[in-house]
Structures are given as C-alpha cells and as structure tokens.
C-alpha cells in the first residue's frame, strides 16, 4: 500500500516540467501534501510545476533538500493517470518530464481562481413592469435560480445589458461574484434521442452493454459513412453519463468539431466541453480543471485530451480510429488510439472505435479476438453506396496540361443539368506541386529542405509543404536568370478549380481546402453553405472526405487515384483503399443515388480492383496475408530512428556507429536496417539520416531500444527520434 498523504516536512519526490532524467526530493509544504498533488517547487532560481510522484529517495544531502512552495489548487492526479503517463512514457521512450508537460498543457493551473460577475433571479418585484424586463425575469426563472453572465442574460432575453443592470439596481435580479472557470451545464442523456433502426438498436445495446459493464472492452464500430455511426456511439455516451462517468470523443481534424458539437447539443441538450487547438485559452483552463473535478461530462477534443485529468472516465470514442492524424508526429510520438486503449484497461472504460475503413490493425485485432465488432450494414433512410466505376486514362485523350476526362465531365456536364453537385477530388493543396524553368530545366526547392516548392496562386506565394517557408512567385529563374519562363507543372486543387471553371464556365465554383480558410469557423460556414447547395461542383482535397454532409453531392470524380500508391510505404495500399472508400462515400446521401468514378492509368492494379469490388473483407484479408508474411505491423514490430544534424557527416556516422553496435537489438531477435537517408533527405536544414528497426511481435522491443539507444552520446547538434510504430516514413 503507497502512503496517500506527506505530512509536513516528509521527504517527497516530485517530477516536475523540466528536462531531467529523476524525480527530485523536496519536503513536503505546511499542512503536508496528497500524493498526486500538482505543486510548485524551487528550482535553482526558478519556480516550476511538479507532481508529488511518491516518497523521496533521500540519497540527497538533507540539509540542502529544499521545501515544496505550496500545494495549488487543483485536484491531485489520480492513481490511473499517474500509470497512464508512466507507461506511455515506456511504450514511446519518452521522458516523464515531456508526458508531464503534456499533461498540463493548460495555462495558470497555479493561479488562485479568478472572478467575475454573474446574474440570477432576485427576490424583489419591479414596481413598474415592461416587455424587456419581463423577458428578463421569464428567461432566468425558466433556468430555476441558475446563474449566468450579462452578456448571456442579455442574449437569452434578446434586451439590451442595461435593461439587466436596471433590474438589479431594484432588487429584482441579484448580481454575484463568481469564480470564471464554471462547471459546464449537465447534459440529459435522454434528452433527443432518436428512433434507431433495427440494425442500430442492436448495435447501441452492444455498446450500452460493454458501457454499464463497468469493465474495460474495446469495440469496433464498422459501417459505412451515413450508416449512423454517430447516432449509435451517441448512445453509448448516453449510458455513460447515466452511470454517472466521463466520455471524450476523439475526432481527427478540428474543423469537425463544430458540426459534432451541434449534434451533441440536439441530443443531450447542452454543448460538451472542447479540448483542441482552437480553444482559448480561458478555456483550456476551465475545460482542464472541470475534467479534473468532475464537473465536465463529455468532452470532445483532439488527441492531446486524451492526457486530460478525467476523474471517472468510462468511455473514450475514437472517430475515424484509422485517420493518420492520431500518431502525434513530432514532440511525443504518440498514437492517440493506441493510447486510447491503454487509457481506457487502466480506468476499467470501454473504447469505441468507428470507422468506414478500420486500420488494419484494428481490423487484424477483431480477427484475433482481442476487440469486439459490432457493424451497420446500410445507409440511414433512403442513401445507398454509390456505385464505383474506373476510368482508364489511357485510352481517354486529353491534352498534357488538363486532368479531367472528356469522360468525367460529360458526367459532371449531365449533374450540372440536372441541379445535382459534383465533387472533383485531388488531394494536394496549392496549384502546382512543382515550378520549372523551362530554359533550363530547373525547379524551385525550398531553400532549408529537400523538396519542391508548391505554388499557392491564392496566396500568391510559393510554400514548402515540409517547413512552411514561403517566398513570392520569381519573375526570372533563379538559376539560369532568364525571364517569364517559370511554369507549373502537375495539379493541385487550385489548379483543379480552374480547369473546372473553363469546363463549366456557368457553374459556380468552389475549393475546398485546408489552407485556405483563415479560422475553423469560416471554413464551416464555406462547408455550410456548399451543403445547402451554395456550390456546383466542389473542387477538394483530403479534408472533403472526413464526415462531412452534402446531401445534394450525387458525383464524386477522382482526379488521380494512382497517387498514393506510389512510394515505398508500408501503408500505402492501405491508406488509398481507405481514402479512395471514405470520399466516394460523399455521394449519395439524400434521395438520389451516388456515383463514384477513379479516373486512373493502372487499372488492372489490384489495390484499385479491391476499391472498385468494394469486397473489403476480401482486401483486409490479402493485405494482412501480406503483412504476416513480411513479418511488418500488425504482425511484427517496427521502430523508426531518425538522427538530424545541420552536419551530414556527423549524421552518417552516428547512424553507421548505431548499425554496427547493435548488441542489444540482437539480443531480442531485433534486425536493423540503414542508415539511408531519409525520403526527404534535409528538412529546415537539418540532414535527416534514417534507421528501422524491425522485430517480432512479443519480444520487449522498447527496453531493447533504450539499451541500444543509451550508448550513444548526442554531441553538438545531433538528435535522436524514436519512433515506435512509425506511421509515416519521410
Ligand atoms: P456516420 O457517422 O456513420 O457517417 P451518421 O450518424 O452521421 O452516420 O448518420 C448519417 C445521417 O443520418 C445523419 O444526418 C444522422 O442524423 C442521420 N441518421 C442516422 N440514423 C438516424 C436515425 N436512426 N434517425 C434519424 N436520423 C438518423
Ligand atoms: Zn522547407
């Protein structure tokens, strides 16, 4: 049994924020201190945030051991969370020091609470009543004695603030002070419940099962896009909150968030708390201590939410579980559903995973009985599956600067005249990906990076899609000199957009893509507006084909679906097959049918007949017969190392040195390869130099890892990044 509470003056271990590789001992403050307490320690000159880990070592001079400043006022971690940090620090050889940081990723924990003011029904009667006040009283009675700010009084009763401060000046509405970091108002699980079809109904009992269980499980939830998947996770939230524990929903790309948050609101009668980028920082706070306190019921965020301090955590939904958006790739190389699932066996909770085209991973692990399934086989209402069809470019005959078919627009020419919407789908932003010099043959490359620059005529700049650096478009060819002869070569979507507008010259235009809107907000107004049909024909990357809804999109024309099927990744058969799966499920969605053309060179490739069948247990099944017999992930294990240095030789040979002292690795049955340099050979300057490391399922890969690791020294500028089931190799 650990000791729960440090009386005054106790030795204590503390980590804290900061780069170092121990716990540190201090004496526990006046009035002693929990175990998990968040507290603030000296530091050298500094003060700095730690977390009692436990009883000091005392293998430090006594006299010089220092005091804890104070305890601060939020809750102590708990137990789980304090093993969920240590193990994802294991599982991703990260220092505790950097999960700690990421798990107080929220501004002025320390600071005492500050206040302000709020409004709520007084006692008193106005002698003279009018309209405004009336709405005034009628609003804050309705909310039973509940308190709010003027500017939401204001709202709700659509009257001015003054019309408020008048009635408190007579008694008749009471104004407080209040702390700003307010408990989120209590959602109703039975609040909009929907009629759920047969096939849901069974599915949300599945769920609402594993739910009230109280035990850990996870689920793969399968269907199609438009089948109710949310619907049917929505209901195992609602049982969740019935049982009196948290839920977080994990969705991929903020710019969903809004549209989920209106769904949330319909069905439980209030808006969640949200976790993510795009959050203030007002509320970050708020949203982390509420989580701490019980005081937020469901939470719908990034991945990072995931390291919130959650008090009772019963669920954790992960939305579009096989989005490459998870693995967190730079800082702690994460995956958010793996760890998704570690979170949820520590806190006895269950996990969700949804998806139209499961990772194969998750896939491999139904098969092998370690995750439950549950699947919805139809669309919701009258939408069914587009039909899926090739077109087979190299019979097709068109000229080498435009990429739609004479083929693809007849169809999107037959939409048009029908009042219908089309969607052309090339997922790569900007106008062009290269800029050549056409008297010499030259192409602008990022100045700090191995790789092209990509002009963004919008912008009117060309960008580095690895660093982000821009520079204006040159005039003069910035190695040969001459003028006027820099030309793009290859599409992007912006490009796309106007070769449609020549096409179509009467249709109205518009781009979707996520460089191109200034806030999350604007862009869901834009997806809005296209839903009510504000748009013919949508030219879109990548961010088109995660949830959203345009029920009058009938057409879905893939510019170039041989694109990801280039390249050496592991995943790359993968990754088009889901991506090619998720946008053709755009069309379709309301009354009229859907249907959904690849325009492609090799259409005989069996990556591209498995998406056409639409057999997908057929492809699981080759692809994973594939992985096995290659021994690579879900089957074997695989670690990526990249050393960085602005010095190459300094890279090559650390990473020969790596190759040759591989004791450790061999001990386990571990193979490295490399190094070679990294598909982009330099980024932001730095040359990026690459080992992998590859091992069978079961052998302990990470200890292994940090042994190799450890007999190296990083001199200089050198780093090391381990990357434990890489998902992407650049
Ligand atoms: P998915 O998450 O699988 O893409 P959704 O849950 O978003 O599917 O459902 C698609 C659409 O159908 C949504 O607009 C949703 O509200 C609607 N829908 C699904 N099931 C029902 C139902 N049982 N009753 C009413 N509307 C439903
Ligand atoms: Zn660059």
């Given at each position: 049994m650990t000791q729960e509470f440090f009386d005054e003056g106790a030795l204590v271990g503390v980590l804290t924020t900061q780069p170092l590789d121990r716990v540190l001992d201090y004496k526990a403050p006046e009035g002693g201190c929990f175990l998990g307490a968040f507290v603030e320690v000296p530091l050298g000159p500094r003060k700095v945030l730690g977390v009692v880990?436990?009883?000091?070592?005392?293998?430090?001079d006594i006299s010089k051991v220092r005091a804890v400043n104070r305890v601060l006022d939020v809750v102590p971690m708990a137990e789980e969370m304090r093993q969920f940090l240590s193990k994802t620090a294991d599982y991703t050889l990260t220092p505790m020091s950097a999960m700690l940081r990421l798990a107080t990723r929220a501004p002025g924990l320390g600071d005492a609470p500050s206040m302000r003011k709020v409004y709520r029904l007084g006692t008193a009667e106005p002698e003279r009543m009018t309209d405004a006040r009336r709405k005034v009283l009628e609003v804050l009675r309705d909310y039973g004695g509940l308190a709010f700010t003027l500017k939401e009084v204001a709202e709700m009763a659509g009257v001015t603030p003054s019309v408020v401060k008048g009635l408190v000046k007579l008694g008749a509405v009471s104004e407080e002070d209040s702390p700003r970091d307010l408990p989120y108002p209590r959602l109703d699980p039975e609040y909009g419940s929907k009629e759920l079809t047969e096939d849901q109904q069974a599915g949300a009992q599945v769920l609402r099962d594993a739910v009230r269980s109280g035990r850990y499980g996870t689920t793969l939830l399968k269907g199609v896009t438009g089948s109710g998947k949310t619907e049917v996770y929505l209901e195992a939230v609602a049982e969740c909150l019935r049982q009196g524990r948290q839920a977080l929903v994990l969705l991929p790309e903020i710019a969903l968030t809004s549209e989920f948050i209106t769904r949330v609101e319909a069905r439980f009668g209030h808006k969640p708390a949200e976790w993510h980028s795009g959050v203030t920082m007002t509320e970050r706070r708020r949203c982390w201590k509420m989580v701490g306190q019980g005081e937020a019921q469901l939470i719908v965020g990034a991945?990072?939410?995931?390291f919130l301090p959650f008090r009772d955590l019963g669920l954790i939904v992960v939305d579009e579980?096989?989005?490459?958006?998870?693995?967190?790739?730079?800082?702690?190389?994460?995956?958010a559903r793996d760890m998704a699932v570690l979170r949820a066996s520590l806190n006895s909770a269950q996990v969700v995973l949804a998806s139209a085209t499961p990772s194969l991973e998750s896939w491999a692990n139904v098969e092998a009985g370690k995750y439950r399934r549950v699947t919805l086989t139809s669309r919701y209402g009258a939408a069914v599956l587009p039909e899926m069809t090739a077109i087979d470019m190299r019979s097709e005959d068109l000229p080498g600067s435009r990429w739609v078919s004479p083929s693809l627009q007849a169809k999107v020419q037959a939409r048009l005249e029908r009042g219908e919407q089309s969607l052309l789908f090339l997922n790569r932003r900007g106008y062009a990906p290269v800029t050549i010099c056409r008297a010499c043959g030259h192409q602008i490359g990022c100045d700090d990076c191995d790789s092209t620059m990509v002009e963004h005529r919008f912008l009117k700049r060309l960008m580095c899609h690895q660093c982000g650096e821009t520079k204006p478009m040159p005039t003069v060819c910035p190695s040969c000199e001459v003028e006027d002869k820099l030309a793009p070569v290859g599409p992007g979507v912006e490009r796309m957009a106007e070769e449609a507008q020549a096409l179509f010259p009467q249709a109205k235009i518009a781009v979707l893509s996520s460089d191109l809107y200034g806030s999350a907000r604007a862009l869901k107004e834009h997806i809005e507006a296209i839903a009510r049909g504000d748009a013919d024909v949508i030219v879109g990357t990548q961010l088109v084909a995660k949830g959203h809804n345009f029920p009058k999109l009938t057409l879905v024309g893939?510019?170039?679906?041989?694109?990801?099927?280039?390249?050496?990744?592991?995943?790359a058969a993968e990754r088009t097959f889901q991506l090619m799966r998720q946008v053709a499920g755009r069309a379709g969605r309301a009354e009229a049918a859907g249907e959904a053309v690849l325009q492609t060179f090799q259409p005989e490739h069996p990556v591209i007949r498995a998406i056409l069948g639409g057999d997908e247990e057929a492809f699981w099944a080759a692809e994973a017969g594939e992985r096995r017999a290659a021994g690579v992930p879900p089957y074997g294990r695989m670690a990526g190392i990249v050393l960085s240095s602005p010095n190459v030789q300094e890279v090559f040979d650390l990473g020969t040195a790596m190759a040759r002292q591989d004791g450790p690795l061999r001990q386990i049955g571990a193979q490295v390869f490399g190094p070679a340099p990294a598909p982009i050979a330099r980024i932001r300057g730095r040359h990026r130099v690459r080992l992998l490391v590859k091992a069978e399922k079961g052998v302990p890969l990470q200890q292994a890892l940090a042994a190799w690791a450890k007999q190296f020294k990083l001199r200089g500028d050198l780093r090391m990044a381990i990357d434990i089931d890489p998902q992407s190799f650049y």
């Open positions: 880990w436990g009883p000091g070592r005392g293998d430090w991945r990072s939410a995931l579980e096989h989005d490459t958006s998870y693995k967190q790739e730079d800082g702690v190389l994460y995956n893939v510019i170039d679906a041989d694109l990801g099927l280039q390249g050496s990744d592991l995943r």
